[in-house]
């Protein structure tokens, strides 16, 4: 199946501050869904960006299909954006295969 | 967008004894997915569930240790059996809903 690696692993962050999540895919994708699970493990879907760039608030995300990667954008960081995310892709199925995750703590 | 309920929140078991987890949805789907999060780990896919036909599973994943349930287009029920220490996982029913992968809150299972 299609791999699935994010970068950083970890990323530590003062409240205000910017940063960016990578979401690497070995094939071309017809599904590329970023997630938020908070410290409490709930799991929610932040953006379904199969390719072009889609802005939710101070969160917004860009999948350029041709070269196999996906970025998440977080501006203005906040203590509540802490928490795991989570890439996932899948390559003509239906089956979401999902990345190691990038653990972001937001301290104020 | 879809509401999906799990039920138990969380248990602690014996090993040995087997335990069932409820999925319901507030609308009718086609598939209904079932992964496991082992702790500090990422989701793997345990076994898609589709309404009137046994449940596909994944490689490393079998119908006698994870019998799965579909009786309708809103509910699921999958089944962790013969539970080990292993098995201790947070254990999450989704579903796809206009395109979106939606999740319930999972079940957190440890066994003793």
């Known amino acids: 199946g299609i791999q699935v690696e994010q970068s950083p692993p970890d990323l530590i962050l003062q409240e205000g501050a910017n940063s960016t999540l990578r979401c690497n895919f070995s094939d071309s994708v017809n599904n590329l869904q970023w997630f938020h699970q908070n410290p409490w493990g709930q799991l929610i879907n932040l953006f379904y960006i199969p390719s072009g760039t889609k802005q939710n608030g101070r969160l917004s995300a860009t999948t350029v299909a041709t070269e196999r990667y996906s970025l998440l954008y977080i501006s203005s960081s906040q203590t509540t954006d802490s928490g795991v995310y989570f890439c996932a892709a899948a390559s003509n199925d239906y089956k979401l295969s999902f990345g190691a995750g990038t653990t972001v703590t937001v301290r104020a | 967008s879809a509401v999906i309920s799990q039920k138990p929140s969380r248990d602690i078991c014996q090993r040995g004894t087997s335990l069932t987890i409820q999925c319901q949805v507030d609308?009718?789907?086609?598939?209904m997915f079932w992964y496991r999060q082992q702790p500090g780990q990422s989701l793997t896919l345990i076994a898609t569930a589709n309404q009137g036909s046994e449940a596909t599973y994944e490689s490393g994943f079998v119908i006698d240790k994870f019998p799965i349930s579909r009786p309708n287009l809103t509910f699921s029920t999958l089944t962790v059996s013969n539970m080990s220490p292993e098995d201790s996982s947070i254990y999450l029913c989704?579903?796809?809903?206009?395109?979106?992968?939606?999740f319930g809150d999972g079940t957190r299972l440890s066994i003793l």
């Open positions: 989704s579903v796809e809903k206009d395109e979106v992968q939606h």
């Open positions: 609308s009718q789907v086609t598939m």
